[in-house]
């Protein structure tokens, strides 16, 4: 783009005049508006579980998850501090759930993922069907599902929570209801809609026609058999290693209308060529240990030395590449599912000093 035109004393004269009107000089704005490439304000972050666990604790102690409503810490990204987000498009946040405690009963527009980080044997409702959530399992709550969350183990959970809370506020199409009671009541057994939806098999006569997977529990142990046994033949892409998105049975396409889920194995001593893509990429380690080299707009390069249970983002069109020091396996999601529908989604793989794929 041009540079700025100049601001002589006339023009300025002028804008003021203009401004009255609601009117402003698309000459003076131009260059910041329409862009070569994105340059998002979302920095390149990283929350080390083992350092933040107990600040996760300490609000345990601070306020119950009814008053709460939800105990959540947000992960701000630092760039994008008192926005509640992690990249420009989504929300990221931790939940805990003590022995006994329940998260009550509400429904919005936002469509929500749960990660489990730590712990095992604590449940989301979703519409009247009850899982039991264990670690590395992928969780899904629909637009407008009436949910809510508690813990009849006797140990904490912890897990992460996805939500595309930016792009419906940037739609202004948000609504949000509290439930009468605390919890809503369970119409279904455990387990129905795995067994119903995702077991390679559909009812006959089915016809989904909500825009999000009728499975809502991904569990972890099918995940991890699948990229154990892919990994003995399959070959590892240069700069993905393994890596599985997650779908909707009824049509192959998304898990998530809005969020699009991964889980990826990279295996030990890999080192993986230049990545970038537009969408912005929320991680968190599911096993191993690895580190994550991410450059910035500026050039600037980050490390991020990484474990089990951490989580990290890489905003979008940044490169990056990883290394894993032991075999590693990575959940992550991102808005890609809107950019593919908008035509949007681009990537670049390879070397990053030729500039091209
Ligand atoms: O569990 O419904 O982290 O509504 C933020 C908003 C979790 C939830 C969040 C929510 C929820």
Redesign the pocket.
């Known amino acids: 783009m041009e540079a700025k035109p100049k601001l002589t004393p006339e023009r300025a004269a002028y804008y003021k005049k203009i401004d009255g009107s609601n009117l402003a000089p698309l000459w003076e704005v131009l260059g910041g508006l329409i862009i070569k490439e994105p340059r998002s304000p979302a920095r390149p972050a990283h929350w080390r579980y083992d350092e933040i666990r107990p600040f996760i604790l300490d609000a345990g102690r601070l306020i119950t998850a009814k008053e709460a ?2 105990r ?1 810490l ?1 992960l701000e990204n630092p760039g994008l501090k008192g926005q509640s987000k992690i990249t420009n498009t989504l ?3 931790l ?1 805990l759930i003590l022995p006994g405690e329940v ?1 009550p009963a ?1 429904r ?1 527009s ?1 469509s ?1 993922l ?1 990660f489990i980080v730590e712990g095992s044997g604590a449940f ?1 409702a979703v519409d009247g069907e009850k899982t039991i959530m264990h670690e590395g399992d992928f969780v899904i ?1 629909p637009s407008w599902t009436w ?1 809510d ?1 508690g813990n009849d183990s006797d140990a904490p959970m912890v897990w992460m ?1 996805g ?1 595309d ?1 930016p792009i419906v506020g940037l739609l202004d199409a948000q609504f ?1 209801e509290g439930y009468p009671d605390e919890r809503h009541p369970v119409t279904r057994p455990a387990g129905d809609s795995l067994a119903r939806y995702g077991s390679g098999l559909l009812p006959v006569g089915y016809e989904h026609k909500a825009p999000t997977s009728p499975v809502f529990n991904y569990p972890y142990a099918r995940t991890r058999e699948a990229l154990e046994t892919m990994r003995r033949r399959e070959a590892w892409d240069p700069c993905h290693g393994l890596k599985m998105r997650y779908v909707n049975p009824v049509d192959g396409g998304w898990a998530m209308p809005t969020i699009g889920t991964f889980m990826q194995m990279l295996p030990k001593d890999i080192h993986t060529s230049p990545y970038r893509s537009t969408d912005g990429a929320v991680f968190s380690v599911v096993e191993g240990s690895g580190r994550t080299v991410v450059t910035g707009h500026d050039g600037a390069e980050t490390t991020f030395e990484w474990r089990k249970r951490d989580t990290f983002i890489v905003p979008s069109w940044m490169w990056h590449r990883h290394e894993a020091d032991s075999d590693a396996v990575l959940f992550s999601f991102s808005d890609r599912p809107v950019q593919e529908k908008l035509g949007l989604w681009r990537e670049m793989r390879g070397n990053r000093e030729a500039g091209r794929a």
């Open positions: 409503e939800r959540v947000v929300y990221a946040g939940q998260a509400h919005h936002q929500a749960r989301t709550t949910h969350h929570d939500l809370i949000a």
